[in-house]
């Protein structure tokens, strides 16, 4: 099976990489989209700093709302085998992504350790219509609910209701919510930026800091995308900052506007994009004849692209260390069909062997 083409053309894997590195070599301005596990983040970061490249996750939008929320504001979280044993009223903000549904239906099937009652209270905050994910049991989370505003409006005016000030629009089952808060010992906000909106997860922020005032509350954070997530911890064990950082004055330099590789591609700012994800490329709108090197799995030429490689997904192909919304850390897992493929760091390796430099590459 073919790995490798410059072009349309099938090569070895060796000449593949070292045109990539001719070409990031040649780049004033390369970019890095990541979507791949931790050795492969931590190759792709020591290679940008070696040809000055900025790089962001494939997903960067949800995961940059995310990161915001930490690095602006501050949350107030829990993990989520404390979560599974402590918390006897969930509520769950906006819509979560489908990774973390079958753990939500767990969490309604179980029975915490705090609970005065057999079974946890579930509430869903969102507009009228916002469906939860499927509970065990039949059970059906309660809808607090501003008719079609915003999640952030929503939040807002749960908020005011809760300190005891008027809105302009009552929250729909607001009494049971604070019946449900006054008898709880442990209650937990599941959030995600996959769907909520900056603002939004600041203001949920907010009522957990105010239902803290008298008890106690807090969050579990379920990120919009677990290898984005593990891209943004290993970026800021290595660098100091997140995702959307940049070596241009070969310093990393962290600025979520600046270094937002869609924007920098859809500006004309980029004149090389290297797209590291185990799914297929969709070539992104460009405005200037940028150059693609793409690190995929595939059996056949990316459409469009310079340089393409094909890699393994990480816990199929080859064994990986991932980030586990689970438990809230990383770990390892094997390979469930392993094969041939190469990994994202080792191509990623290979590339920056053809790349002259002093820093040499993780371990």
């Known amino acids: 099976m073919a790995v490798a083409w410059i072009g349309n053309r099938e090569t070895l ?33 020591a290679l940008a700093e070696r040809v000055g490249a900025a790089y962001d996750h494939a997903d960067g939008a949800a995961v940059s709302r995310e990161t915001a929320l930490f690095t602006d504001k501050g949350a107030m979280t829990v993990a989520p085998g404390e979560t599974r044993r402590r918390a006897d009223v969930v509520v769950i903000v906006g819509e979560l992504p489908q990774i973390h549904h079958e753990f939500v239906g767990e969490l309604s099937a179980t029975v915490p350790d705090l609970s005065a009652k057999n079974q946890r209270e579930i509430f869903l905050v969102g507009s009228n219509g916002a469906s939860a994910p499927p509970l065990n049991n039949g059970r059906t989370a309660t809808l607090l609910s501003c008719g079609e505003a915003s999640l952030g409006a929503t939040l807002a005016a749960l908020r005011a209701q809760w300190k005891g000030r008027q ?39 907010g009522l957990i800091t105010d239902l803290n005032r008298k008890s106690r509350a807090s969050g579990l954070h379920l990120p919009a995308s677990e290898s984005g997530w593990g891209s943004a911890l290993a970026s800021t064990w290595m660098t100091g900052f997140p995702l ?44 200037n004849r940028m150059a693609l090197i793409a690190l995929a799995k595939t059996e056949e030429p ?30 390892s897992i ?4 392993a094969s041939e493929l190469p990994s994202a760091a080792t191509v990623i390796r290979l590339v920056a062997s053809h790349v002259s430099a002093e820093a040499a590459l993780p371990c």
């Open 167 to 205: 809105t302009s629009q009552p929250v729909s089952n607001f009494d049971d919510f604070a019946k449900a808060l006054e008898a709880a010992h442990f209650p937990v906000f599941l959030f995600s930026g996959d769907a909520t909106e900056g603002l939004a997860l600041e203001m949920l922020q």
């Open 13 to 45: 894997v060796e000449r593949a990489a070292a045109h990539a590195a001719a070409l990031l070599g040649s780049s004033r301005c390369p970019v890095f989209s990541l979507d791949t596990d931790i050795h492969g983040t931590r190759a792709a970061i």
């Open 244 to 287: 959307r950082t940049g070596f241009a004055r070969g310093v990393p330099e962290f600025d979520p506007w600046r270094y937002d590789v869609a924007r920098m591609i859809a500006a004309g700012e980029a004149d090389l994009h290297l797209r590291i994800s185990s799914s297929i490329v969709q070539p992104q709108k460009k405005k």
């Open 302 to 331: 990316i459409a469009g692209a310079a340089v393409t490689i094909a890699i393994g997904e990480a816990g199929v192909d080859h064994e990986a260390v991932v980030y586990s919304s689970r438990t809230g850390s990383l770990r």
């Open 334 to 337: 094997d390979a469930r069909a």
